[in-house]
């Protein structure tokens, strides 16, 4: 392994490519970019990534904005949690991957704490193994990058809530990141018995088309009122009080969006790669699909633009920066 890693040093980059604030606020106010961003030293645990494509999310420019100060005191800062790409270094103790292969990840393994200063929207990252999968051989790199921490915060809140087959569900804000992968999962994963989701009106054939059941226009619906109640209710968007109101007795409300008073389940990912690893014979078989954007991919010069539309509300789907540089 370590001949492996020193045989090639000497094409090993010491500063990368990178998009980076020193301040927060507007994505297009203080994001910067720097051609010679110095990269740390390898851990023993960690992998250094050649970045093919990154997956941007709102946690992204929430960040950007200061909304996780307390916990994120850094800056400078290059964000980006989700990556798609190849490992070119490895650390002492990795033993699950090799120069060469292909991985993907959400390289922020505890929530909003212990945040990198160095995120993915970088020519090269570092990231601990554990944290990362082999990228399923049948995706593309922009459809990896779509996936980890929407679909691992997704199936995290089925953990949450003890999920199980014969139960019904509605998720909060269908046609988003994490609701996309909530209703595949519910389909394939947990065999819900029911499945309906919200979203505004030209997005409700996506709905059927992955899966729900009961597509519900909440542009002239409010959930709440519909005589149909849930198991569970997977709130994507941060309407956790109406949501408490759609369950059955008994019923469960997860949330993805803070504050998510009791009796709402309030959580914040735990990225793993195993979690990518149990998912994987789903995304193989065709089972569950990345739902991408139609603006997807943007450049990576672009990536102001990208942020910037992410932040509207109106994307379908997941926007990935594609190439990276």
């Known amino acids: 392994m370590a001949e492996d890693a020193s045989s090639t040093d000497s094409t090993i980059p010491t500063h990368t490519k990178a998009w980076y ?111 990362l999968a082999h990228k399923p051989s049948n995706l593309s790199f922009i459809e990896a990058a779509s996936i980890p921490l929407a679909c691992e915060t997704a199936l995290e809140g089925f953990e949450h809530a003890q999920f199980s087959a014969g139960k019904s569900i509605l998720v909060l804000g269908g046609a988003g990141g994490v609701g996309s992968y909530a209703i595949q999962l519910a389909k394939h994963v947990y065999k819900a018995s029911k499945i309906a989701a919200t979203a505004s009106t030209g997005k409700l054939e996506l709905l059927r088309e992955i899966g729900v059941d009961f597509p519900i226009d909440y542009t002239k619906y409010n959930f709440e009122d519909l005589p149909e109640k849930y198991d569970l209710v997977y709130d994507a968007v941060g309407q956790a009080d109406r949501a408490l109101k759609a369950i059955k007795e008994g019923g469960k409300v997860v949330t993805i969006v803070p504050p998510g008073y009791p009796p709402a389940i309030f959580f914040g990912l735990t990225s793993k790669g195993s979690n990518l690893e149990k998912l994987r014979p789903y995304f193989e078989s065709g089972q569950v699909k990345p739902i991408l954007d139609a603006k997807t991919p943007l450049p990576f010069s672009q990536l102001i633009e990208a942020i910037s539309y992410l932040e509207t509300s109106r994307a379908t789907g997941k926007v990935v920066v594609y190439p990276i540089p």
Not at 98 to 123: A, C, P
């Open 21 to 131: 604030y020193s301040q927060h606020g507007r994505p297009a106010d203080v994001l910067k970019f720097d051609p010679n961003w110095p990269l740390p030293q390898l851990k023993d645990d960690q992998v250094l990534i050649k970045v093919i494509a990154v997956s941007l999310n709102p946690v992204d420019y929430k960040r950007i904005h200061g909304e996780f100060k307390d916990t994120d005191s850094y800056l400078p800062v290059v964000p980006g949690f989700d990556v798609a790409g190849i490992v070119v270094k490895m650390g002492g103790e990795v033993r699950k991957f090799k120069v060469g292969d292909e991985v993907y990840g959400d390289i922020n393994g505890e929530g909003l704490s212990n945040l990198k200063i160095l995120g993915t929207l970088s020519e090269y990252t570092v990231a601990e193994e554990k944290l």
